[in-house]
């Protein structure tokens, strides 16, 4: 298996093998031969899927051709946007195509014929959600409220994808505001998940993740403010990853909850999020909460599987999070993270597990915090300021109706909730006790991670549910949230790729291996992922409907 990161062309290899501390306390994982049904003892056997090699960068892959004159990409365009055509009517993972797309792949045809440089996206046709501003395209934030509107200016992740090359497909669905775990709470359409189009695709980002997968796009930007880019990615088999927050500028992206919000990436495979989510890290003047770090070139560090050892991952401390893997969790998603476990284990890692005592308490912390955020930043959209705006002859009716047209039914409940908790004499009680637990969330994290390289998880307790299964209770959608919201609260960064299938649907259901790491340690993570993407056997992660 031979791996697209290898072209000397891009010069995306990294020769020196990677080396961590040995920890010496070990708990060992069989490793299962068998993927098991997420309702029953029932089993999908390896044979039941089709194997193949490894996943290879489309991004470079692109690249290489259209340097090379084997492609242009007006035919690359094309591919894409005829599968799109195909696909949409059924997955509906769009709110707007862009009519631009062929314009720009010819232009940039020119340009390799003038020789001019490319940039590291040229020709890639990336989908970008919803809630993310593109002056040239509506942003609605998958909201009635700003049906049709159309920003004055790019988000600074939208301005250095375009700086890079990149053909801005369109505008992917979302739960309204990002406020949702299926994506039904979108006020325009309910996306449908790409391996079984009678289940959800999560959300909030579940536009983009279900694009990817489809392969309508070859990658696609979300955003993740307590499990939206990790849990549909996990849903869609594709890989999701949410960056440290502050390492990619906000600017641009429409607040729900700004100490948790952060703009993250998808891909078919770990090179390509990667190569991604380099392109839109950095400083930004225009967001005072992006980090000055260096940004790292984060591919340029992985290894290509002719040079890896046959423990290359030697050394490397993982800690598996015991109160995921307990009640409320599907025992068939319990043994697929155990099954990934012991491929680490295989790999050279040392796997212990570990326990996050407060990990329970981040669940109610994180629905307090971001629903009082969400109050706060939602007063804006009143129909004066921003959103359209409803006739009423005096002020209070203006804004009651304008709020109470334009708004859904999830983001009510989530400003009612939000504006309670911040109210008079129940503020200490709710708003400040959060943020007590948000500190405790921090804490118990930095001394797991003190002790351990990465941290591993599922990424939600089931594989991707029916449409409508749960819209009509709440709590137990929000219950999902429980593997990822902790992550948020603490503000670090984590991978989630596909590890292996559940028995459902047509050709089973993806589960994604969610992998934890510290502050700015996005290179560390997407560094083991690629070698676990790399030497995972048995399984292929196209969704039967494109196939």
């Known amino acids: 298996m031979i791996s697209a990161i290898q072209n000397p062309r891009i010069q995306f290899l990294f020769q020196c093998r990677i080396q961590f501390n040995f920890s010496p306390k070990t708990r060992h994982f069989h490793r299962s031969t068998v993927l098991l049904n997420s309702s029953s003892s029932q089993v999908l056997t390896e044979k039941t899927l089709t194997s193949t090699s490894a996943?290879?960068?489309?991004?470079?892959?692109?690249?290489?051709?259209?340097?090379?004159?084997?492609?242009?990409?007006?035919?690359?365009?094309?591919?894409?946007?005829?599968?799109?055509?195909?696909?949409?009517?059924?997955?509906?993972?769009?709110?707007?195509?862009?009519?631009?797309?062929?314009?720009?792949?010819?232009?940039?045809?020119?340009?390799?014929?003038?020789?001019?440089?490319?940039?590291?996206?040229?020709?890639?046709?990336?989908?970008?959600?919803?809630?993310?501003?593109?002056?040239?395209?509506?942003?609605?934030?998958?909201?009635?409220?700003?049906?049709?509107?159309?920003?004055?200016?790019?988000?600074?992740?939208?301005?250095?994808?375009?700086?890079s090359g990149a053909l801005l497909v369109g505008k992917t669905n979302l739960d309204e505001f990002g406020m949702g775990s299926t994506t039904e709470a979108s006020g325009f359409q309910v996306t449908a998940n790409p391996w079984d189009v009678s289940r959800v695709p999560g959300g909030s980002s579940g536009g983009s993740a279900a694009a990817v997968s489809a392969r309508q796009c070859v990658a696609a930007l979300g955003s993740d403010t307590g499990g939206s880019v990790r849990q549909p990615a996990s849903f869609c088999g594709v890989v999701g990853m949410k960056p440290t927050y502050g390492r990619v500028s906000r600017f641009g992206l429409m607040a729900y909850a700004s100490s948790l919000d952060v703009i993250g990436c998808f891909g078919s495979s770990?090179?390509?999020?990667?190569?991604?989510?380099?392109?839109?890290?950095?400083?930004?003047?225009?967001?005072?909460?992006?980090?000055?770090?260096?940004?790292?070139?984060?591919?340029?560090?992985?290894?290509?599987?002719?040079?890896?050892?046959?423990?290359?991952?030697?050394?490397?401390?993982?800690?598996?999070?015991?109160?995921?893997?307990?009640d409320g969790v599907d025992k068939p998603v319990v043994s697929t993270i155990k099954a990934a476990a012991s491929h680490l284990e295989e790999l050279g890692c040392?796997?212990?597990?570990?326990?996050?005592?407060?990990?329970?308490?981040?669940?109610?912390?994180?629905?307090?915090?971001?629903?009082?955020?969400?109050?706060?930043?939602?007063?804006?959209?009143?129909?004066?300021?921003?959103?359209?705006?409803?006739?009423?002859?005096?002020?209070?009716?203006?804004?009651?109706?304008?709020?109470?047209?334009?708004?859904?039914?999830?983001?009510?409940?989530?400003?009612?909730?939000?504006?309670?908790?911040?109210?008079?004499?129940?503020?200490?009680?709710?708003?400040?006790?959060?943020?007590?637990?948000?500190?405790?969330?921090?804490?118990?994290?930095?001394?797991?991670?003190?002790?351990?390289?990465?941290?591993?998880?599922?990424?939600?307790?089931?594989?991707?549910?029916?449409?409508?299964?749960?819209?009509?209770?709440?709590?137990a959608m929000y219950a999902g949230d429980i593997m990822t919201v902790n992550v948020n609260l603490a503000g670090l960064p984590a991978l989630v790729l596909p590890c292996g299938f559940v028995e459902g649907g047509p050709a089973g259901l993806p589960i994604g291996l969610q992998m934890i790491g510290g502050q700015f340690d996005e290179g560390k993570l997407l560094r083991v992922g690629h070698i676990f993407e790399q030497t995972l056997q048995g399984c292929r992660f196209i969704p039967p409907l494109i196939t």
């Open 350 to 475: 040392t796997v212990t597990e570990v326990s996050l005592p407060s990990f329970s308490l981040g669940l109610p912390a994180y629905y307090i915090l971001a629903s009082s955020e969400s109050s706060s930043n939602l007063s804006r959209y009143d129909g004066v300021r921003y959103g359209n705006q409803a006739a009423a002859e005096e002020l209070n009716s203006l804004y009651s109706d304008s709020r109470s047209n334009g708004f859904g039914p999830e983001v009510k409940m989530r400003i009612l909730m939000g504006t309670y908790a911040l109210s008079a004499g129940y503020y200490d009680a709710y708003y400040k006790r959060a943020q007590q637990v948000r500190t405790l969330v921090q804490k118990s994290f930095k001394d797991a991670l003190s002790e351990n390289d990465i941290l591993i998880s599922p990424a939600a307790p089931s594989a991707a549910y029916k449409i409508d299964e749960k819209k009509n209770d709440p709590l």
């Open 55 to 163: 996943p290879t960068s489309e991004i470079l892959n692109i690249r290489e051709s259209l340097l090379s004159r084997e492609r242009k990409a007006v035919e690359i365009a094309e591919e894409y946007l005829n599968r799109l055509r195909l696909t949409e009517p059924t997955i509906k993972s769009f709110l707007h195509v862009s009519e631009n797309v062929m314009k720009e792949a010819q232009e940039l045809d020119l340009k390799i014929e003038r020789n001019e440089e490319l940039g590291v996206l040229a020709g890639v046709l990336i989908g970008v959600k919803d809630n993310i501003c593109t002056v040239d395209m509506p942003s609605t934030g998958g909201s009635r409220i700003l049906q049709d509107y159309r920003p004055a200016y790019d988000a600074t992740a939208v301005k250095k994808l375009k700086q």
């Open 270 to 326: 770990v090179a390509d999020t990667a190569i991604l989510l380099e392109a839109i890290s950095g400083h930004d003047i225009f967001d005072a909460t992006s980090s000055k770090r260096e940004v790292p070139s984060f591919a340029s560090q992985f290894i290509s599987t002719e040079l890896m050892e046959s423990k290359p991952l030697k050394g490397l401390r993982v800690g598996i999070i015991s109160e995921t893997l307990g």
